[in-house]
């Protein structure tokens, strides 16, 4: 790898860990994901076919990781990225590049906590301005203050793993050419996508939908469905099976009339403002302290400027009143925002709303709202798209990763300006009734019956797992484990029982980062000793 590579690639890392360049949440989801970073290290490398198929193959690992509450179980950004970097150096499988990522997964957990840590201190710094009222300081205290320590650290980290380790990469891959190790090493990368599906499944293996996993399993185990097809169909029958009617819609249809009471002081364009800043930048000084706290704040400034920028006092306690401790869905949050949005224009405008509502608000929604919010996000539509898109990706499809990012962004940003615009004209009764309507619940379960149906199809076309044990007498082998016995049950049984195996552990209360040990350990193993291939 030249210089300008491990440069080039030290820069994409630093920009998918930022919220540039469609948000918080719509970069993680997006740039940061293997299966789009490893089409982009690919034309970085010179070899954007095998990028594409490399990170499509790494992202299964990480279809079941979630942001939520602060955590980052596994760091899918640095395994995407430095793992298809590697194996593109040293001539790796997409096997034994699975396996090489997983470390490097670990090892961006490890920053990620130290950053959420660190970024404590900006925290301070802010509340000192805040309670100075210096407004026009809150873009650099939430954005570019954390994000440029952020990108220098992380620079200079990714350089020196990538430069420097692909080196040891290409002189291990030469040393290993052929032999039992490299050949380990393959056979494990077959077996660890039973452990992204079986975190996947912890969330979604649940009710009438645990069927259409075995469903889904038989489609393309018997049928030979691909996954492509399995969603489409499944996610027909799933719609039918949950059934909706008028009342589902009914909370919908009663916010679109806007109140008399909305734009007497703010008008669209201030609010479209505040929730770009908000899906932007909500999380750019994420922190174990007030987590999203200052990214609110920062969001609620033009507004909060609009209405108080002639009352210094009043301004300040505005965002003393707005930098409080929340932490929610990020769709939902802008519909939060658009609340507080409106009652501080209310309270402007001379109605009676103390400081201590604004918090009961904040406080009584984030919660409900990173429930529902976080599951048709994370568990739903981010694993569901991508699972489409991998399939695709996987056969050298390099249009597969930007498909991907423009139909997320498209249904992500849409969703994100109604919530806030509709959180803004109809005030926190409408949340009320959209969180209360039933639809979301209906989703979320017609979400689950595809998601189980998908994983039936994914461990039968993603998850390598067979015995190699046979009997041979003077060179006929006259009886084969894997075919006489497992074959003979059901095609494919041996992935499903430990995809199945995976998801019990981790169901029970095991570590998701023990689990994925224990799965290198023990298929290294076997596959060391030519038990499985």
Same mark, same amino acid.
């Given at each position: 790898?030249?210089?300008? *590579?491990? +440069?080039?690639?030290?820069?994409?890392?630093? %920009? &998918?860990?930022?919220?540039?360049?469609f $948000? =918080?949440m #719509?970069?993680?989801a997006?740039?940061?994901?293997?299966?789009?970073?490893?089409?982009?290290?690919?034309?970085?490398?010179?070899?954007?076919?095998?990028?594409?198929?490399?990170?499509?193959?790494?992202?299964?690992?990480?279809?079941?990781?979630?942001?939520?509450?602060?955590?980052?179980?596994?760091?899918?950004?640095?395994?995407?990225?430095?793992g298809?970097?590697?194996?593109?150096?040293?001539g790796?499988?997409?096997?034994?590049?699975?396996?090489?990522?997983?470390?490097?997964?670990?090892?961006g957990?490890?920053?990620?906590?130290?950053?959420?840590?660190a970024?404590?201190?900006?925290?301070?710094?802010?509340?000192?301005?805040?309670?100075?009222?210096?407004?026009?300081?809150?873009?650099?205290?939430?954005?570019?203050?954390? *994000?440029? +320590?952020?990108?220098?650290?992380?620079f200079? %980290? &990714?350089?020196?793993?990538?430069?420097? $380790? =692909?080196? #040891?990469?290409?002189?291990?891959?030469?040393?290993?050419?052929?032999?039992?190790v490299?050949?380990?090493?393959?056979?494990?990368?077959?077996?660890?996508?039973?452990?992204?599906?079986?975190?996947?499944?912890?969330?979604?293996?649940?009710?009438?939908?645990?069927?259409?996993?075995?469903?889904?399993?038989?489609a393309?185990?018997?049928?030979?469905?691909?996954?492509?097809?399995?969603a489409?169909?499944?996610?027909c029958?799933?719609?039918?099976?949950?059934?909706?009617?008028?009342?589902d819609?009914?909370?919908?249809?009663?916010?679109?009339?806007?109140?008399?009471?909305?734009?007497?002081l703010?008008d669209?364009?201030?609010?479209?403002?505040?929730?770009?800043?908000?899906?932007?930048?909500?999380?750019?000084?994420?922190?174990?302290?007030?987590?999203?706290?200052?990214?609110?704040?920062?969001?609620?400034?033009?507004?909060?400027?609009?209405l108080?920028?002639?009352?210094?006092?009043?301004?300040?306690?505005?965002?003393?009143?707005?930098?409080?401790?929340?932490?929610?869905?990020?769709?939902?949050?802008?519909?939060?925002?658009?609340?507080?949005?409106?009652?501080?224009?209310?309270?402007?405008?001379?109605?009676?709303?103390?400081?201590?509502?604004?918090?009961?608000?904040?406080?009584?929604?984030?919660?409900?709202?990173?429930?529902?919010?976080?599951?048709?996000?994370?568990?739903?539509?981010?694993?569901?798209?991508?699972?489409?898109?991998?399939?695709?990706?996987?056969?050298?499809?390099?249009?597969?990763?930007?498909a991907?990012?423009?139909?997320?962004?498209?249904?992500?940003?849409?969703?994100?300006?109604?919530?806030?615009?509709?959180?803004y004209?109809?005030?926190?009764?409408?949340?009320?009734?959209l969180?209360?309507?039933?639809?979301?619940?209906?989703?979320?379960?017609v979400?689950?019956?595809?998601?189980?149906?998908?994983?039936?199809?994914?461990?039968?076309?993603?998850?390598?797992?067979?015995?190699?044990?046979?009997?041979?007498?003077?060179?006929?082998?006259i009886?084969?484990?894997?075919?006489?016995?497992?074959?003979?049950?059901?095609?494919?049984?041996m992935?499903?029982?430990?995809?199945?195996?995976?998801?019990?552990?981790i169901?029970?209360?095991?570590?998701?980062?023990?689990?994925?040990?224990?799965?290198?350990?023990?298929?290294?193993?076997l596959?060391?000793?030519?038990?499985?291939?």
């Open positions: 790898m030249t210089v300008l *590579q491990a +440069v080039l690639v030290a820069l994409y890392y630093v %920009l &998918a860990e930022s919220p540039w360049p $948000g =918080s #719509g970069t993680w997006t740039i940061d994901r293997p299966l789009v970073s490893g089409l982009f290290v690919g034309i970085i490398m010179g070899d954007p076919v095998k990028g594409c198929i490399i990170g499509a193959t790494i992202n299964i690992m990480y279809l079941g990781v979630i942001s939520a509450g602060g955590t980052l179980p596994e760091d899918s950004s640095m395994a995407g990225i430095m298809t970097a590697f194996a593109l150096a040293g790796l499988d997409t096997n034994a590049a699975l396996a090489l990522a997983v470390p490097l997964g670990v090892i957990s490890v920053v990620w906590i130290l950053t959420m840590t970024q404590c201190f900006v925290v301070q710094l802010a509340q000192k301005w805040i309670n100075e009222g210096k407004s026009k300081r809150m873009m650099f205290a939430n954005v570019w203050l954390p *994000q440029g +320590v952020k990108a220098i650290i992380r200079i %980290l &990714a350089f020196v793993i990538v430069y420097f $380790g =692909s080196k #040891g990469v290409v002189a291990a891959a030469d040393a290993m050419n052929g032999s039992a490299l050949q380990a090493l393959s056979v494990m990368g077959g077996v660890l996508p039973a452990v992204g599906i079986g975190v996947m499944l912890t969330t979604i293996f649940k009710g009438k939908a645990k069927i259409f996993l075995f469903l889904g399993f038989f393309a185990s018997f049928l030979g469905l691909n996954t492509i097809a399995i489409l169909i499944f996610a029958v799933a719609i039918l099976v949950v059934g909706f009617d008028k009342e819609f009914a909370a919908f249809s009663n916010t679109k009339d806007a109140q008399e009471t909305s734009y007497k703010i669209k364009k201030m609010l479209r403002k505040m929730w770009l800043r908000w899906e932007m930048y909500c999380e750019s000084c994420y922190n174990y302290e007030i987590m999203q706290g200052l990214g609110f704040c920062n969001a609620m400034v033009p507004v909060l400027e609009r108080y920028g002639d009352d210094k006092e009043e301004l300040t306690k505005a965002m003393q009143r707005q930098s409080v401790f929340f932490n929610t869905d990020h769709n939902f949050g802008g519909m939060i925002m658009g609340v507080c949005a409106s009652m501080e224009e209310q309270r402007k405008l001379g109605k009676e709303i103390d400081d201590d509502a604004f918090t009961s608000l904040k406080s009584g929604l984030m919660g409900p709202c990173a429930g529902i919010g976080d599951t048709l996000s994370q568990v739903v539509l981010i694993p569901v798209l991508a699972v489409i898109f991998i399939n695709l990706a996987q056969q050298g499809q390099v249009w597969a990763p930007i991907y990012t423009v139909i997320f962004m498209v249904i992500w940003w849409g969703a994100g300006w109604w919530m806030c615009r509709t959180g004209e109809q005030g926190g009764e409408a949340v009320l009734r969180m209360e309507s039933g639809l979301f619940k209906k989703a979320i379960e979400a689950n019956i595809l998601g189980c149906a998908v994983s039936g199809a994914l461990i039968v076309n993603y998850v390598t797992l067979n015995w190699t044990v046979s009997v041979v007498q003077e060179g006929v082998t009886f084969d484990l894997q075919t006489g016995v497992f074959d003979a049950i059901c095609p494919n049984i992935p499903l029982v430990a995809t199945m195996l995976i998801y019990k552990a169901k029970d209360g095991k570590k998701m980062g023990w689990v994925m040990l224990a799965t290198m350990g023990i298929s290294f193993l596959a060391l000793l030519g038990l499985i291939g």
